[in-house]
């Protein structure tokens, strides 16, 4: 399939992994951001191909499983109620809060539906007026445009059942939480190419040039990633650092002008919890006042939940990097994908259900 | 009078994971059914019962269908209700002779539907060479049903020197798929609601019995068959490896797969290895036989794009091992529930 096949090609994936193999000389810890990145790394078995002095260490960018235990339990609460039709990417439906998940409440009744698009959400608003059909907008800065614009689609139709529990977070924040942890053992960092594809690559220069590391943006299939870690590694053995861009094909300087114009028309920059990882600031979205109507934290009674992380789970260190998923005592015992305790075993991009599926 | 306590499940609900075919699927059978249901011909866990009755074996099956939507492209929910049963006599090595149907019809389907859906039936019962020979009909309430629901079951017979069996595989047999894979449940998702891309795909549902025959006539070293539904391949290889305890290698390359499939997956975030086939079956076939049942399944319509694609081994046992498009080994578990869209 064109666009496709050549970036999984296995002699171009061997010529890649020869010169990886060449040039390093030193151990080196990689980290790649992107949860997309590490289900690709792992359905490829990439790390098979790669010199055992590179380590590779998987970021938290799975959407799913930053999503903090607290949005989880409001949106079990929300989508409990019977006037309401909850909606949600398929993936977020297995995500386990204190006793349920939202499918577990779906099998009791709740009317909880999988949409593919935030705009088929409001669809479902429109043809249910009795109703209040709510969104869960989760995901990094590669969702959120599309559901701003759902937001926008509902405010043009007049629609008045329709709104948003949102959960959104952004990666710079993260990669400065990460490297300025004194524990952190990352030395350059693949940064994630749909996010850049939406914000472009120039808010990572700063990055760059403040803890001197070395970011390259990388795309997903085998060989974009083969040659992010080449880039990446090259830097290092050189004693650079630099900002790069492998994705070239899809990337540019400031992104996608149109997708950040909704986006920062429907949303505005606020500290935000991560889940096993805590409050950053400045590091998610939540809808600006003048659509405070579709924010369903207003329109729903339930500023009320406050939940803690649960204990047992080190989805934190997992997610830090600090730790692998097999180090976790729960990890294929009572952690599986049938019975996740934290959410980086849940989603096909989470390390921990990577691990379990793959390895 | 009720006395066995329910087995101890960490669910309290039947959830939609415990019917996607995957490990949940396989634990509410185990722990509800097996283990009530108990005995000897149950416990072949084949895709149908063989059994002797005067002289005669018989093979023995039951299915019920649900799809949503009943109409999709490339058939509809009748036509699939007797494949189905159809194929898993055939893939047991039987002859499929006679089908019970039984409809849940929700009230207000338009009968202009359900004679679509029964004349479909018959064609597909004349072409698989097979009789309905009884059945029921129950209507329920507005909302107590999905439009219709079908069961059939298949009464087969299975032939001298005929013994097909999950747990016959053994190292060193060649893994033979007849054909692409992934076609029924991308050309089911592409109808549903809410998911608008527009494919030339459509379900590959078909009867196998004639090509099956064909397989069987030219060997008598077809040690397992299984059709590929629900859970795709990768649950079919995953039972069978488990149930013979053997380890099944699988070559990525060789596994035939639409553009258009592939395509649709990359947008959803889905494997194709676990999406459901209708019209599709894996055979394991004795080394010395490979080429020639290949050779015979090629020369079928149904399985002019046959090939093998891996072989058992003693290794990792209960295990299904792919050598990746890029060269590198992966596991490929049993899926937990239903495969969910990624969200980005």
């Known amino acids: 399939m064109k666009y496709i096949d050549e970036y999984r090609d296995s002699k171009i994936v061997k010529n890649l992994t020869n010169e990886i193999g060449e040039i390093t000389t030193r151990p080196w810890s990689i980290m790649e951001i992107c949860g997309g990145q590490t289900h690709s ?3 490829y078995n990439l790390e098979e191909f790669l010199p055992d002095k590179i380590q590779l260490i998987h970021g938290p960018g799975c959407p799913v499983c930053v999503t903090p235990l607290e949005k989880i339990e409001k949106a079990i609460n929300i989508a409990s109620r019977s006037d309401v039709i909850f909606t949600t990417f398929g993936d977020m439906m297995r995500v386990p809060g204190l006793n349920d998940d939202l499918l577990s409440i779906k099998a009791g009744g709740a009317d909880v539906r999988m949409v593919y698009s935030p705009l088929d959400a409001v669809k479902i608003a429109v043809k249910n007026p009795d109703k209040k059909v709510v969104f869960f907008a989760v995901g990094f800065e590669t969702t959120a445009p599309a559901n701003a614009a759902s937001v926008v689609e509902a405010e043009r139709s007049k629609v008045k059942n329709y709104s948003m529990l949102v959960s959104h977070v952004l990666v710079p924040p993260a990669i400065e939480v990460l490297l300025s942890d004194e524990a952190s053992k990352i030395e350059g960092f693949l940064a994630a190419g749909h996010v850049c594809t939406v914000m472009g690559y120039s808010e990572y220069e700063p990055i760059v040039q403040k803890f001197e590391v070395p ?28 900002l790069e861009n492998q994705y070239s094909r899809v ?92 959410a980086p075993m849940v989603s096909t991009e989470g390390a921990c259900a990577a691990y379990f599926h793959y390895k | 009078m009720l006395n066995c306590p329910i087995p101890k499940s960490e669910y309290d609900k039947v959830i939609l994971a415990h019917g996607g075919g995957g490990k949940l699927s396989h634990q509410l059978l185990e722990k509800i059914f097996f283990s009530q249901f108990d005995n000897e011909l149950l416990n072949q866990q084949n895709d149908s019962a063989v059994f002797d009755l005067k002289d005669q074996r018989l093979a023995f099956t039951t299915d019920s269908y649900v799809v949503q939507p009943i109409f999709f492209p490339g058939g509809n929910i009748g036509e699939l209700a007797v494949y189905g049963t159809v194929n898993d006599l055939s893939v047991s090595g ?63 017979v299975v032939y001298d020197g005929i013994n097909i069996s999950p747990k016959r595989c053994r190292p060193g047999d060649a893994i033979i798929l007849s054909g692409r894979i992934a076609d029924h449940g991308i050309a089911i998702m592409s109808a549903r609601e809410g998911l608008q891309f527009e494919t030339t795909i459509v379900s590959d549902t078909a009867p196998l019995n004639e090509l099956v025959e064909k397989m069987l006539n030219a060997s008598k070293n077809i040690h397992t068959m299984r059709d590929a ?8 290889l995953n039972e069978i490896a488990s149930s013979a305890n053997v380890g099944v290698n699988i070559n990525e390359n060789s596994i035939p797969i639409n553009d258009q499939v592939i395509g649709a997956c990359e947008i959803l975030g889905l494997d194709p290895l676990y999406i459901a086939n209708e019209g ?61 869209p990624r969200i980005c």
């Open chain 1, 41 to 43: 790394i792992m359905k």
């Open chain 1, 215 to 242: 970011i390259v943006v990388t795309g997903f299939e085998p060989v974009d990633i083969l040659q992010g870690i080449y880039l990446t590694v090259k830097q290092l053995e050189e004693n650079r650092f630099k």
């Open chain 2, 280 to 340: 599709k079956l894996v055979a394991f076939v004795d080394s010395n036989d490979a080429e020639k049942v290949l050779g015979v399944m090629k020369s079928h319509p149904l399985g002019v794009d046959s090939i093998i694609i891996g072989e058992v081994v003693e290794d990792h046992p209960g295990r299904v091992v792919m050598k990746t498009s890029i060269g590198s080994s992966r596991i490929v578990d049993m899926i937990s529930g239903e495969q969910l």
């Open chain 2, 94 to 156: 039987a002859k499929p002779l006679y089908l019970s149907a039984g409809f849940i019809i929700e009230e207000g389907l338009p009968m202009d539907d359900l004679w679509k859906i029964v004349v479909s039936m018959k064609e597909a019962a004349e072409k698989s060479g097979v009789q309905i020979i009884t059945g029921d009909t129950k209507v329920v309430e507005k909302g107590k049903g999905d439009k219709v629901f079908i069961n059939t079951s298949g009464v087969g």
């Open chain 2, 229 to 236: 539904t629900r859970g795709g391949i990768a649950s079919t």
């Open chain 1, 251 to 342: 990337v540019t300087k400031n992104g996608n002008s149109g997708a950040k114009e909704v986006m920062f028309n429907v949303f505005e920059i606020t500290d935000m919890k991560w889940r096993g990882i805590g409050t950053i600031p400045q590091s998610g979205f939540k809808i600006k006042n003048k659509y405070s109507k579709y924010d369903a934290e207003k329109v729903f009674d339930i500023n009320d939940i406050k939940v803690d992380e649960p204990e047992e789970c080190i989805a934190g260190e997992i997610l830090q990097g600090k730790k692998k998923p097999f180090e976790c005592d729960a990890f294929g015992k009572e952690c599986t994908p049938e019975h996740p305790l934290g």
